[in-house]
């Protein structure tokens, strides 16, 4: 009996092994048919740069990249003009120049480190307010998470600090004031100028999560496109308007658009819902094939 139970055992772990090698052969078959299908659908695709431009139809990221070009070209009117104006007002040669634009450099160094704690901050205030616990350990949905307000609220004291500054900037540089002033001024500027775009660069990758890259690449495109044009002009425009006016002129370009910012934190959150569901639904239509 006992030699008819051991053949028994013996034919059914032979079974066993022969049932498992077959299953390691159809896993293994599944993963090569798996792969060699992945390998068929995958094509080699060249990067289009166009395709960055479609950024700019969507109506909350059209405004914020519009506004942040303009404090960008604000900004770079001030770093622009200065070799030409401290070596018409105070003779300036090219090494007094470039030390003086250290306080400049300062204040758009400290920028984003005091970003960085100021928008932590108001990311917690905002979630407190709104009844949202913030877990540092795991990542958050931001679906339903005000981040507009989080972001603008830090943004537009800045702007408008800086807005100010900047118009004081050139009346103290048409009254040809001692240089301390407008290094001092400079230094603002850099804070709140470059603090301000800062965040708004922040705010349009937290808006454009899918493609962060693009929206990065978007940015860039249209504040540098805009600052070149505002830094090719900013000689002719002292010299035609004077200083104190042109950058009084600069400073009110400024604050007459800052209403984009209180439009962004009103509708701004209708519109990226909008675009949140627009990309699930093609997400659906993906995953069924469909085009």
């Not at 090569?32 to 395709?51: G, I, S, V, Y």
């Not at 009346?171 to 470059?194: D, K, M, N, R, Y």
């Not at 808006?207 to 504040?223: I, L």
């Amino acid at each position: 009996m006992s030699l008819i139970n051991f053949l028994a055992a013996r034919k059914a772990s032979k079974l066993a092994a022969q049932h498992a090698a077959l299953t390691r052969t159809s896993t293994h078959e599944s993963a090569e048919a798996a792969r060699r299908e992945l390998a068929a659908r995958r094509k080699l695709h060249f990067p289009n740069p166009l395709h960055t431009l479609r950024v700019f139809k969507e109506k909350d990221i059209g405004l914020l990249l519009f506004y942040n070009s303009i404090v960008y070209t604000a900004f770079y009117d001030i770093s622009a003009s200065t070799p030409y104006l401290f070596a018409q007002i105070y003779g300036f040669n090219d090494l007094q120049i470039g030390l003086s634009f250290i306080p400049f450099g300062v204040g758009c160094f400290i920028a984003p480190v005091m970003n960085g704690y100021l928008l932590d901050w108001n990311f917690r205030r905002v979630a407190r307010r709104a009844g949202i616990v913030v877990d540092k350990s795991r990542a958050m949905k931001l679906k339903d998470f005000p981040l507009e307000r989080a972001r603008i609220d830090v943004a537009w004291p800045l702007v408008l600090m800086g807005a100010a500054a900047m118009l004081c900037y050139g009346w103290v540089l048409h009254e040809e004031t001692s240089l301390a002033v407008p290094l001092v001024l400079q230094f603002i500027i850099g804070v709140c100028l470059t603090g301000s775009f800062n965040v708004m660069s922040v705010m349009l990758v937290d808006n454009y999560p899918m493609a962060p890259s693009t929206a990065t690449a978007a940015n860039n495109f249209a504040r540098c496109l805009m600052g070149a044009a505002g830094t090719a002009v900013i000689i002719e425009m002292i010299n035609g308007m004077g200083r104190g006016w042109c950058f009084t002129f600069i400073g009110l370009v400024v604050l007459c658009c800052s209403p984009s910012l209180w439009v962004l934190r009103k509708w701004g959150p209708g519109w990226r819902e909008e675009r949140r569901m627009r990309e699930e639904e093609k997400k659906e239509m993906s995953a069924q094939g469909r085009p």
